[in-house]
């Protein structure tokens, strides 16, 4: 199992990301933010929100709780690392 162990807030909606297997990217969530019509993850549209992020367990964490499957986040790396 693959799990976060590192991870920043960028700009526009972007994540550092540093998992267990030592695979390092930036993700963008541009798009699943702007997009996902959730009450919680349309609060994270305000860059301050969006930047107020921990590792909690084995993923990030928002401050009102949200979080996203550390594999959702794996795939989209190495959707980034393929592309």
């Known amino acids: 199992m693959i799990w ?14 540093r998992f267990s297997d030592s695979t390092e990217c930036e993700i963008d969530l541009k798009n699943f933010i702007a997009t996902d019509t959730r009450p919680i993850v349309a609060a994270l549209r305000d860059p301050a929100a969006f930047a107020a992020i921990r590792v909690e367990m084995d993923t990030v964490v928002w401050a009102d709780g949200f979080d996203l499957a550390p594999e959702f986040l794996y795939a989209q790396a190495k959707a980034h690392v393929s592309a």
């Open 4 to 17: 976060v162990t590192d991870a920043k807030a960028l700009s526009d909606y972007r994540l550092w990301v």
